[in-house]
């Protein structure tokens, strides 16, 4: 019995290891490729390494990337950055004060993270430029704020909820009124959700795509969309694509790999509460 | 305990958050719809203030049953298609990598960044590397030859094989079937659960669509003048496995935190009634799971029905057999200048994903006040 | 203190944000921007432009603003979104023909820029019918900067000695060839995504139809549905079956790689290829490589043509005109296409700057029956070939030549050919 337990358990690690190395095979096979020459890329030997480690691609897409990535950069700090703090507030709100129509708002907001962005994307752009606000960063950051509420909100809200009552209204009784009570109560104990939700929402606008791609001049536009031009524009050699691939992934990467923990509870609060 | 003065600051304090949501929310979908019902798109569509005339709702019959709207029409089949099983495949790998990292000896963090790392990359990230994967001549149709099989042939993304097709003539007929399985399935969780309103509501209402299905009123309907081919596109399965790839981390984490709840004196309980490791799952674990697979079904399901940069990074804009709607409206409205069927393609996957989201929604706030 | 800390945080990326917007917002003297598709191994064509430009008018700073990637449509979404809401960039590269005129003058979106051709001579300059394609009754509308051809066979002189098989000059020889080459496990004919088929197509077209129906098409003087067009359907069919299997996978550049690499007999496409082999791949022209007229289409040449036209409202038009000068001077013309593999779309050209591919093609350009390329823009407008690709796709997926005419003689009817 015990030596057949000994033996399953083997198994399991096994098979874990296996699916592991499953799951690594794109990472092994971008590296790999970035590393060649493009003389080297040949679909039929595109599994074995390099002959040379030829490390020109990732200075080429480097330099290419470079105003891309401080776009990038910008947007996501900037956006991130106002979408949590109105989120906290929100939430805030949300959670501690009954306004009327409370429990029809909260609904109505969150609605707001799952519509396709197809469905407002012409309104969208015209209201972009009737503002003037089409084409730069700003513009840019007003629509990843606006699109992040729902979800900072959401977040924010169910953190706070947690937060007891008794601890505000000690506060309150102390005479500290709606923004003390924020400031002395709710802010402190806001660290961590503040981080979910910062990597959360950064991830999100580091990765998007479809307003990157549209409401954005050249000049303004983010490492995705730079990504898909390299990619798409000239799909001749592979080594390239590979290693602008890398670079745009990597802060997102290692953020995951740094921060995972917080980047799991963004997750499964995202989730709702089922 | 609040004060009116704090009530009036918290309301100011949403205030803006809420105006502006209602303008990029509601009022751009409002926007949206008023477009569909024009006829934007025709000769000079690019004019600074376009002239456009109120049709009403020809854009939306002439996608579903107008000849040329053929495309969009295989679009919704391929989103069905690739919905279902990006849906079913992410859950049921996310499960077992769940219960694979709950039974490890050793090693757990690391596994769970491993199968969780993809979930940190963009689409357009994933979709470049998995082009490469898969290209035909290449990537993993030349892996088995490593190990001195022969190479894979099958062709990944550009396959122009199609399966289990259906006319879509009959398109009523099998939205009939469809909602039959559904109520029979849900009829059946009744009867699992011994719900004797809930079984009996069910009940009837599959008589009823049986009837409707047994009638042949339904393939009586002609939508369009000739037969017309819609199916699997078995070139979709590309874009699954990268897409499968990507989340099922995502499905893995809420599952693994979904097993951590359980507690342990309830399997210990289930173990000592004699009940295997295998009957512990499956009879205490799994349905206390039920509730994590319905939200991740809803995420999951919201993803599928918007795909959109992953397709494009993949196999690109003009490629018919991986298309799908949101693709088409991207096309419709900047290549083809025809802007309000672009919107009407916006506003069909607004309602798509409605149907799944606002039960969704409506339950869980509901739940929350209860 | 941790409460100050995030207030300061916030506050900081606030002040980040108005700084951000204060910088980009100011309008700063003396830009040009330039809007194009060229980069990778277009770019550096516009490089030189841009430098001669910059020589011109050193107190001018050129943006230069490049969309490229997803087959042309990512493109098409920025400078639509732009042009919608009023803030067009000062000049934009665009098909000479229907993708111009179609899209952009109908809207009343282009100045006129009759004016610019009397002042720099350029009536005599240009081909009578390329001038056509730039022009409405209302005005002319862009500047011309080069001339492709779309019609060209490449192949491998020594491969195609290897395996036995010399050029077809006709389709029905190329079915002569093309079980040969298929024993021998060659592949006759690659093609790439799809917009590479829609090129393969006209090339069809015009050998089956001829040049006066092949124009015909574009009147609407001939009908989608006769049996002339069907027969083209079903020649291109079969020609189909004589290609590469995962041809939507490949870019244009791998579909010629196929065949530099030997996988591949022959590739249609237009002479941006020739540039291709000769600059990155590092082929001789006509010893490295060859080329012919796509068969059945000798003597006839399919154009298309990059211009460059003056956006109503645009923002440096100064600047902009300046631009457009120099775009269709000699001086720019032959700065310009030597290094993007085309010709110049001036009849004045100095021949001696091209290579032995570019003479030859500027040689045919001169002696030629000059027709619109539909893949690219000329011929047809936007709507069109945006449903065309719909089209070729029912039939790729279909084969069936009556349905894909039907298809197309609806598309022609919707967008509106040949009214």
Known sequence: ?274 | MQSRRDNLAAALIILPSIILLGIFVYGFIAQTMRVSMTDWGQEAAMVLEPKVNYIGLANYSDLFTGFLNMRFRQDLTNMLFFTLLFVGLSLLAGLLLAVLIDQLAWGETFFRTVFLYPMSLSFVVTGTIWRWLLQPRGGLNVLPTLVGLPAGKFLWLTSRDQTLAFDWSHIFYYLCLGALILFSISACSHWVRGEAAGLRAKLVICAVLLGILASGVLTSIKLLPFPEQHGFNKALWGIVLAAVWQMSGYTMALYLAGLRTIPDELREAARVDGASKFQVYRYVDLPLLGPITVSAVVILGHIALKIFDLIFAMAGPDHYPTSVPAITMFLKTFRGNELAVGSAIGVILLILVSLLIIPYLITSFKAEEG | MRTSRWLKLVGMCGALLLMFAAVTSAAVQGELEIFSWWAGDEGPALEALIALYEKTYPEVSVINATVTGGAGVHAKAVLKTRMLGGDPPDTFQVHAGQELIGTWVVANRMEDLTWLYEEEGWMEAFPADLLGLLSTEEGIWSVPVNIHRSNVLYYIPDNLAQWGVDVPKTWDEFFEIAPKLEAQGIIPLSVGENWTATHLWECVALSALGPEKYGQLWDGELSWRSPEVIAVWELFGRILEYTNPDAPSLSWQQATDMVVSGQAAFNIMGDWASGYMSTTLKLAPGTGYGWAAAPGTEGVFIMLSDSFGLPVGCRHRDNAIAWLRMLGSLEGQDTFNPLKGSISARIDSDLTKYDVYLQSAANDWRTNRIVGSLAHGVVANERFMNDFATVMDIFLASKNAEAASNAAEAVAIQSGIGR
């Open chain 1, 1 to 274: 019995m015990a030596k057949s337990r000994g033996a399953a358990k083997v198994l399991v690690q096994v098979l874990a290891a296996l699916l592991a190395a499953a799951y690594l095979i794109p990472v092994y096979m971008t590296l790999v490729t970035s590393l060649k020459s493009p003389q080297e890329i040949n679909l039929m030997t595109a599994w074995q390494p390099p002959s040379q480690v030829n490390w020109e691609s990732y200075s080429t897409a480097f330099k290419q990337f470079a105003p891309y990535i401080k776009n990038s950069l910008i947007l996501a700090v900037c956006a991130t950055a106002i979408s949590a703090a109105m989120g906290s507030l929100n939430g805030y709100v949300l959670s501690k004060y009954s306004l009327p129509g409370r429990n029809v708002i909260m609904p109505l907001i969150v609605f707001g993270m799952f519509i396709p962005y197809q469905s407002i994307l012409v309104p969208l752009f015209q209201f972009m430029q009737r503002t003037k606000l089409y084409g730069g960063l700003p513009g840019l950051i007003l629509v990843h704020v606006v699109y992040g509420l729902p979800i900072t909100t959401l977040l924010f809200r169910s953190f706070y909820e947690e937060i007891p009552d008794e601890l505000l209204g000690a506060a309150s009784i102390d005479g500290a009124d709606f923004f003390g009570v924020f400031r002395y109560v709710i802010m402190p104990l806001s660290g961590p959700p503040f981080l979910v939700v910062c990597i959360w929402q950064f991830t999100q606008i580091w990765n998007e795509f479809l307003f990157a791609v549209t409401l954005t001049r050249p000049s303004a536009q983010p490492i995705t969309v730079a990504l898909a031009n390299l990619a798409g524009g000239q799909a001749v050699s592979w080594n390239l694509p590979m290693a602008g691939s890398v670079l745009a992934a990597l802060p997102t990467v290692l953020i995951y790999v740094l921060l995972g923990r917080y980047f799991v509870r963004g997750l499964l609060a995202g989730a709702l509460k089922g």
